[in-house]
């Protein structure tokens, strides 16, 4: 696949819902589609349907992030970010594909929009990118980038989709990474609580859901530590817990930013790629290790947020290597949050063992099933035991899974349709998972797919797509998947399918 897109600005034409369910051959099901919020009579189900239900009022949605669709990369005041100079870097990105055209959804906003609405999505969550407001990480915003995620929101709103908007998903100012070395410093913490104030000052008075940052775990370790992602570090341990340490910090002070300067009351949390460990079989022993497991293997970000601490177990495992901090470092970290976002895609299978910790996770055989991307290992049960323990543990009352969806290699038909049956697959099988939990009584509150559109994928480029819809990276015409209509019939029974 290459990077190469076209610049054009002219209006692609929208799939209506009918088009959407054609695919799937159910068109007067989601043409009639119902609020996930409607409530369905008991006596029209039977039994198993029953079983299969979500709760009243569960917000279905679907998540993209700012570098992998906008593009226009250098339009309108926009600053660099590190993905902009990653990505420029011989051999770091397949193909050297890059993210300054993408899916163009800086111009093409208000058809994606109606891509969101045709499927019966209720909530979107979407990221701001930080340089298209502060170019150079602080000083003056830049009101044409702020001018973009207010006609954005206003269209959701128009549309009746739930804005969810992330602070940081990965796109940090390029200015701030020559200037103070990024989030090895301390200053890029407080820039971020600058620009957070900023954005909730400027949206808060209709986006009332403000997640902070986006998966911590893996931009400190993968971009400072192993340098496989912007900025493609490779710092020592200690430096790397360093970092770590900062950029939850910037969480902290982003959550005190945030309630400072919003008009009106709103929500506050954070999305992070859980270690979802997961008891290889579920009996007691295995089960109390895996909730062990849980708190431990999380510490450096999920636990100490949670908690407002390092836990003795973290600081006696990293040693000489453990971050430098101060009592009122912690206090902000550990800011009471509203909600948890969980990013669910692996299991981590976890045993009980009866020497210290108490618990092993075990690697993966290699004939374990996965999906094109290498890294992602199938493990349904995930997307039940992920939420538990982060109710059971911390006893969060409001959890979204932020993200959760997988990436294929995957061609259109004759006819012009991806008939994706894989992803479908997958999402019944975990989605039968979070049913599962929340008929626990686990308070998950809504679902985002990860992705509504084939996107950039970071280092691999536009060569693994995750998307419902499928996008011509040459055209950036949209053709909704066969997992579209799918997706589609569970929103609008607010049931499994």
């Given at each position: 696949?290459?990077?190469?897109?076209?610049?054009?600005?002219s209006e692609?034409?929208?799939p209506?819902?009918?088009?959407?369910?054609?695919?799937a051959?159910?068109?007067?099901?989601?043409?009639?589609?119902t609020?996930?919020?409607?409530k369905?009579?008991?006596?029209?189900?039977?039994?198993?349907?029953?079983?299969?239900?979500?709760?009243?009022?569960?917000?279905w949605?679907?998540a993209?992030?700012?570098?992998?669709?906008?593009?226009?990369?250098?339009?309108?005041?926009?600053?660099?970010?590190?993905?902009d100079r990653?990505?420029?870097?011989?051999?770091?990105i397949a193909n050297?594909?890059?993210?300054?055209?993408a899916?163009d959804?800086?111009?093409r906003?208000?058809?994606?929009v109606?891509?969101m609405?045709?499927?019966?999505?209720r909530g979107?969550?979407?990221s701001?990118?930080?340089?298209r407001?502060?170019?150079?990480?602080?000083g003056?915003a830049?009101?044409?980038?702020?001018?973009?995620?207010d006609?954005?929101?206003d269209?959701?709103?128009?549309?009746?989709i739930?804005?969810?908007?992330?602070?940081y998903?990965?796109?940090l100012?390029?200015?701030?990474?020559?200037?103070?070395?990024?989030?090895?410093?301390?200053?890029?913490?407080?820039?971020?609580?600058?620009?957070?104030?900023?954005?909730?000052g400027?949206l808060?008075?209709?986006?009332?859901?403000?997640?902070?940052?986006?998966?911590?775990?893996?931009?400190?370790?993968?971009?400072h530590?192993?340098?496989?992602?912007?900025?493609g570090?490779?710092?020592p341990?200690?430096?790397?817990?360093?970092?770590?340490?900062?950029v939850?910090?910037a969480?902290g002070?982003?959550?005190?930013?945030?309630?400072?300067?919003?008009?009106?009351?709103?929500?506050?949390?954070?999305?992070?790629?859980?270690?979802?460990?997961v008891?290889?079989?579920?009996?007691?022993?295995?089960?109390?290790?895996a909730?062990?497991?849980a708190?431990?293997?999380?510490?450096?970000?999920?636990?100490?947020?949670?908690e407002?601490r390092?836990t003795?177990?973290?600081?006696?495992?990293?040693?000489?290597?453990?971050?430098?901090?101060?009592?009122?470092?912690?206090?902000a970290?550990?800011?009471?949050?509203?909600?948890?976002?969980?990013?669910v895609y692996?299991?981590a299978?976890?045993r009980?063992i009866?020497?210290a910790?108490g618990?092993?996770?075990?690697?993966?055989?290699?004939?374990?099933?996965?999906t094109?991307?290498?890294w992602?290992?199938?493990?349904?049960?995930?997307?039940y035991?992920?939420?538990?323990?982060v109710?059971?543990?911390?006893n969060?009352k409001?959890i979204?899974?932020?993200?959760?969806?997988c990436?294929?290699?995957?061609?259109?038909?004759?006819?012009?349709?991806?008939?994706?049956?894989d992803?479908?697959?997958?999402l019944?099988s975990?989605?039968?998972?979070?049913?599962?939990?929340?008929?626990?009584?686990?308070?998950v509150?809504?679902?985002?797919?990860?992705?509504l559109?084939?996107?950039?994928?970071?280092?691999?480029?536009?060569?693994?797509?995750?998307g419902?819809?499928?996008?011509?990276?040459?055209?950036?015409?949209?053709?909704?998947?066969l997992?579209?209509?799918?997706?589609?019939?569970?929103?609008k029974?607010?049931?499994?399918?």
């Amino acid at each position: 696949m290459t990077s190469k897109k076209s610049d054009q600005t002219s209006e692609t034409p929208s799939p209506s819902r009918r088009q959407l369910i054609k695919l799937a051959g159910a068109g007067a099901l989601v043409a009639n589609a119902t609020p996930a919020n409607a409530k369905t009579a008991d006596h029209t189900q039977t039994p198993y349907e029953h079983a299969r239900v979500l709760p009243q009022g569960f917000l279905w949605g679907t998540a993209t992030a700012a570098y992998q669709v906008e593009g226009a990369w250098q339009e309108d005041g926009k600053g660099e970010s590190i993905w902009d100079r990653f990505v420029r870097t011989p051999g770091r990105i397949a193909n050297n594909d890059t993210g300054d055209v993408a899916l163009d959804h800086y111009r093409r906003y208000k058809d994606d929009v109606q891509l969101m609405k045709g499927l019966g999505a209720r909530g979107y969550r979407f990221s701001i990118s930080w340089p298209r407001i502060f170019p150079e990480g602080t000083g003056q915003a830049n009101a044409k980038g702020l001018g973009f995620y207010d006609r954005l929101v206003d269209e959701l709103l128009a549309n009746d989709i739930v804005p969810f908007a992330t602070l940081y998903h990965w796109d940090l100012p390029q200015a701030l990474q020559d200037r103070v070395g990024g989030w090895q410093s301390r200053d890029t913490a407080k820039a971020f609580a600058d620009y957070a104030g900023l954005i909730a000052g400027k949206l808060g008075d209709r986006v009332k859901h403000f997640f902070t940052l986006n998966e911590p775990r893996i931009f400190v370790d993968l971009g400072h530590g192993s340098g496989e992602m912007a900025p493609g570090l490779k710092l020592p341990p200690a430096q790397v817990n360093q970092v770590r340490h900062h950029v939850i910090l910037a969480h902290g002070l982003g959550v005190q930013a945030i309630r400072a300067h919003a008009p009106h009351d709103v929500k506050v949390g954070f999305a992070e790629n859980i270690a979802a460990t997961v008891p290889v079989i579920e009996t007691p022993e295995h089960i109390a290790a895996a909730e062990r497991a849980a708190r431990d293997v999380n510490a450096g970000t999920l636990t100490a947020i949670l908690e407002g601490r390092y836990t003795d177990g973290y600081l006696a495992w990293t040693g000489a290597d453990a971050p430098k901090f101060t009592a009122e470092d912690m206090r902000a970290i550990g800011s009471p949050v509203d909600f948890v976002g969980l990013n669910v895609y692996v299991p981590a299978y976890v045993r009980a063992i009866d020497t210290a910790p108490g618990f092993e996770v075990l690697p993966f055989t290699k004939s374990h099933p996965r999906t094109v991307s290498p890294w992602h290992f199938i493990g349904p049960e995930a997307l039940y035991w992920a939420p538990r323990h982060v109710h059971k543990i911390w006893n969060v009352k409001d959890i979204y899974i932020s993200e959760n969806g997988c990436g294929a290699a995957e061609e259109p038909a004759a006819d012009g349709v991806v008939y994706d049956s894989d992803r479908i697959m997958y999402l019944r099988s975990y989605l039968e998972m979070l049913q599962r939990a929340t008929a626990e009584g686990i308070p998950v509150r809504g679902h985002f797919l990860w992705s509504l559109f084939d996107n950039f994928e970071w280092t691999a480029g536009y060569g693994i797509r995750f998307g419902l819809i499928h996008v011509d990276y040459a055209t950036q015409k949209r053709t909704p998947k066969l997992s579209a209509a799918y997706y589609a019939d569970i929103i609008k029974r607010n049931m499994l399918t």
